[in-house]
Every structure is written in C-alpha cells, then in structure tokens.
C-alpha cells in the first residue's frame, strides 16, 4: 500500500520544471527522492548515492536510461535501481503516477499507517 503524494498540478507542470536529461529532488514523506526525466519518461529514485552519500539530484542523466553520480560517476539504471557501474548497489525506486489530477509519488505505506 502506497500513500499517494501529489507533486505537481499538471504533467505540463512536471515536463516544464524537471527538462530532458534533468532532475529534480523532493522530500516526500520525510524521504529525499530525486525525480529525473529521460526519454523513456519520468522515474523516482532516492536521491542518495549508496556508495558515498552523494546527492544523485546533482548528478545527471544518460542517454541509457541512467542517472550518474556528481562525485564517482556510478550510474544507476532508472527503472529498477540498479547499478550499471561502479559495484552491486541499488537504488531504493518509487512509483510516479500521472493523473488528470496531478503528478503523484508514491511512498510505502508504515504498517500503523494502514
């Protein structure tokens, strides 16, 4: 069960502020996430790099798919977290969900919260 966070009005809205092989960090729910936009679309990750703590917000965006780390460039692949360089790391990765409503992120729900 996911709590849904609204973070933007729109899709316009989402594609106007976080441009094509950009991203952008949110807190949602208490967890730092960085929402990065590829040519394959819109992808949530966390935003800290496993391996030395970067924010991966800083970094940028490949045309693999990937976002790389501003500090050691390892690269994660964006739809399932996982290192493409640099180790066996992975990246914790959240749903985003684009509605007529809004742009929303999705955050695991706590066991008490449910």
């Not at 729910?29 to 800083?58: I, M, W, Y």
């Not at 940028?60 to 692949?77: A, D, L």
């Amino acid at each position: 069960m996911h709590h849904w966070i609204k973070i933007y009005e729109s899709a316009e809205a989402l594609e106007n502020n976080i441009l094509l092989n950009r991203s952008e960090v949110f807190i949602v729910k208490g967890e730092k996430v960085c929402v990065a936009h590829t040519t394959d679309g819109f992808f949530v990750v966390q935003d800290r790099c496993p391996h030395n703590g970067a924010e991966l917000s800083k970094g940028f965006c490949s045309e693999k798919n990937e976002i790389v780390c501003p500090i050691h460039r390892y690269s994660f692949n964006l739809k399932n977290g996982k290192a493409t360089s640099g180790g066996s790391y992975t990246l914790k990765t959240y749903p985003i969900d684009i509605r007529d409503n809004g742009v929303f992120i999705g955050v695991k729900a706590k066991w008490w919260e449910m």
